[in-house]
């Protein structure tokens, strides 16, 4: 089997894979990468062994990572691998947002398909797997919400006690119902995402628990598997571009390890331009990016109704950089109001997904639109990641229908000052009706009116 080992990302030192709970170099103190000494790999055959794997009914096989397993050869024995199992996501054309975007086609790859409806499970089934490696008994997070859900469902099949840290009242219902039901410990943090990230990694030596936030670089392996197994949905076709939302950029990171690493193993002949987008209010890559000084991260105090992407210090911002210029890729912002209406396109098509998923069709069309100073053209063959479902968070969406979403509202939990109104202007309010058929009729009669002159 290939040889797996932990790397620096700046410094290039190297360490065994199984020597214990590393979240940094102990020389300079950067980020890692999990790297192996491949074995010859023959990419023909493995494709079609990937092929094969689809008709098996082994748990390994059916998972939409562990299928990919040769491509992710970190543990030592096959039996401590942890799987639900995760991805198997579909692929989505989607007409409608290609339109309202501008470009003649688009397709979603939706990871809210995913067991706890995040892609964050793609990287539990490996983080989890890796916690089982090093026998860990504990497992811990800070989270704005999904890699909470993920970690408590994927610690509670391992049969490890999960701890998650979680800001207070700047979740949605959604995640933290999962997290409670999943019987994870939940500490809910009074101070932002970023604090909770912090006191995780103050505390977890001190009580032995290993941490499972992206800057886990096991997690990132099992994201990677996103990018292979779009490829093997597509018949390797590479695309000509990926979108993802930017929050931690643990993912914007993994998928560029992943189609960085099948390009180098002579799986694909050239790289999709890896595309993030981050909401204006928390965009310290485009920040940091478009600074004078790119060698040091721009935080910012995060601020956005996207949850999920809530962040203002990045763990993973240099990996995502080296993504970018890997794969010739670029970073953009969008509005709350441009998520907000992208979202409810998302909708139209019968797909939909969660705010933070939706920024992906928001920046498209940006880009689209500012034509000439983006590398961008309609045409591409664009993929664009919804990473999680709508269901996560139904009271913004709800909210939006109804014409009733403000920038500062958080949860039903916690009462924030409300200022900057959304504006709905893709709403599907919901009709009060009297319980007559005559009434019922004309509110039908009504819509058909109004959907034919659209
Ligand atoms: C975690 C998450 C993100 C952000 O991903 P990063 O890897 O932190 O950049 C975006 N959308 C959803 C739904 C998420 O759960
Ligand atoms: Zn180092």
């Known amino acids: 089997m290939s040889q797996a080992y932990l790397q620096c990302i700046a410094c290039g030192a190297r360490f065994a894979s199984n020597s214990g709970a590393l979240y940094a170099c102990p020389t300079c103190g950067d980020l890692l990468d999990v790297v192996y000494d491949w074995d010859r790999l023959d990419p023909d055959a493995l494709r079609h062994c990937f092929r094969q794997r689809r008709l098996s009914d082994d748990p390994k096989d059916v998972s939409g990572v562990w299928r990919y397993r040769e491509l992710i050869p970190f543990y030592d024995d096959e039996r401590q691998i942890v799987t639900y199992p995760e991805g198997n996501t579909p692929q989505l054309d989607a007409p409608r947002a290609a339109r309202y975007a501008g470009l003649s086609r688009l397709t979603f790859k939706h990871q809210g398909y995913n067991p706890t409806g995040s892609f964050k499970d793609n990287g539990m089934a490996t983080g989890v797997t890796q916690a089982r490696v090093l026998g860990a008994r504990v497992v811990a997070c800070a989270s704005t919400g999904n890699t909470s859900a993920s970690m408590a469902a994927y610690a509670a099949r391992a049969g490890l006690l999960g701890v998650v840290f979680i800001p207070e009242g700047q979740i949605a219902f959604g995640k933290l119902s999962q997290s409670l039901d999943y019987g994870a410990l939940t500490l809910q943090i009074r101070g932002d995402f970023d604090k909770a990230m912090d006191l995780v990694r103050d505390v ?251």
């Not at 099948?262 to 694909?268: C, K, P, S, T």
């Not at 595309?275 to 890559?285: F, N």
């Not at 992407?309 to 990045?314: D, L, V």
């Open 204 to 454: 977890a030596p001190q009580v032995g628990m290993y941490v499972l936030n992206s800057v886990n670089p096991f997690r990132l392996e099992g994201q990677k598997a996103m990018a292979i197994e779009l490829l093997d949905q597509r018949g390797w076709r590479v695309p000509d571009r990926i979108v993802v939302p930017g929050g931690n950029l643990g993912n914007s990171s993994s998928l560029g390890k992943g189609f960085k690493e099948l390009y180098d193993l002579g799986f694909i002949d050239r790289l999709p331009h890896i595309t993030i987008v981050q909401a204006e209010g928390a965009a310290p890559l485009y920040r940091t990016v478009t600074s004078h000084e790119t060698s040091r991260l721009v935080t910012v105090y995060a601020r956005t109704l996207a949850t999920a992407i809530k962040i203002g210090r990045p763990v993973s911002w240099k990996k995502a950089k080296r993504a970018m210029d890997w794969t010739d890729g670029w970073v953009t912002t969008v509005t709350e109001q441009e998520i907000a209406d992208a979202k409810a396109i998302i909708g139209r098509d019968g797909i939909a997904c969660e705010p933070a998923a939706a920024t992906t069709l928001a920046g498209l069309k940006r880009l689209i639109a500012e034509g000439t100073d983006t590398p961008i053209n309609k045409d591409e063959d664009v993929v664009a990641i919804l990473t999680g479902h709508v269901l996560k968070d139904p009271d913004y969406t709800v909210r939006y229908h109804l014409g009733d979403l403000y920038e500062d509202y958080v949860t039903e939990t916690i009462v924030t000052h409300r200022s900057e109104k959304i504006q709905s202007n893709y709403p599907n309010r919901p009709v009060e009706v009297e319980a007559e058929p005559a009434a019922i009729t004309a509110a039908i009669e009504a819509h058909l009116a109004r959907v034919a002159a659209e």
